[in-house]
């Protein structure tokens, strides 16, 4: 169960993956460089049609275009990670690691490379190393709630859902509007069984982002599990309990 829902970033994109099952998938991001953005949306459209060496194509010529762009070497990892799995491609699978590399190069707090990186190391047999890449990034950002949240995600794919709880419970007391730290942590708790803690936690979330979907359902499906008779997010729909946690 992924928890959560994603953040958004420069432009229109998002990104996120649930690891459950060894099942990953990536929506890429556009990019926030001026110059390097076509090239990137370019990418990210033929990603999302599965024409991945056409969609790399497009992310060298955005980091030759603009090579301090790091949302460029993130999609270019992204893909070769995804093209490396599928094949089980050992030489994809480093560039991809090479990739996620240069791009914290670039920026050092981009959460999603962080992300992307973390599940590349745990799939590869690394889940020391991607604990310690998460914690060594809140250690040299001790105010950063997404650091904590990309921690707290990698803890409760481990199984260790009270460090996970811990950890997203820093999140929010470092940033309270922080809508992703308060749906990883109803989603935890909804799925420990404290249903009305996740309700509040969702309600939370939802007042941050009013047009999250997934979020307003979960806060349905809650509200018709609980028994309670207050309106739902959307004001008219219901939903089964049994759908999905929302992601983050």
């Not at 690891?19 to 990137?40: M, R, Y």
């Not at 650091?147 to 470092?174: H, I």
Request: aromatic share 8%; with cysteine.
């Amino acid at each position: 169960m992924g928890f959560g829902d994603s953040d958004n970033r420069c432009v229109s994109g998002t990104t996120w993956f649930a690891a459950s099952a060894g099942v990953l998938v990536l929506l890429l991001v556009p990019g926030c460089g001026v110059v390097a953005t076509g090239e990137n949306t370019r990418g990210v459209l033929l990603y999302q049609k599965g024409d991945y060496y056409a969609a790399m194509d497009e992310f060298q010529r955005a980091m030759a275009t603009s090579p301090e762009n790091a949302d460029a070497y993130y999609n270019m990892a992204a893909t070769l990670a995804q093209l490396g799995k599928a094949g089980k491609n050992q030489a994809m699978l480093q560039q991809a690691e090479m990739m996620y590399n240069q791009c914290l190069d670039r920026d050092p707090n981009h959460a999603d490379c962080y992300r992307g990186l973390a599940v590349l190391l745990t799939e590869t047999g690394r889940k020391d190393r991607a604990v310690a890449l998460l914690k060594n990034w809140a250690i040299r950002n001790p105010r950063s709630a997404d650091a904590r949240v990309e921690l707290a995600r990698l803890y409760d794919e481990f199984g260790d859902k009270k460090t996970a709880q811990a950890q997203l419970q820093q999140a929010v007391q470092l940033d309270q509007t922080n809508r992703r730290a308060w749906t990883a942590l109803a989603a935890l708790r909804e799925s420990q069984g404290d249903y009305s803690q996740a309700l509040a936690n969702y309600q939370r979330a939802y007042s941050l982002n009013p047009r999250d979907s997934a979020v307003a359902a979960r806060i349905a499906a809650l509200n018709r599990s609980i028994g309670t008779s207050s309106p739902t997010a959307s004001g008219t729909r219901t939903v089964d309990a049994s759908m999905p946690t929302a992601r983050y």
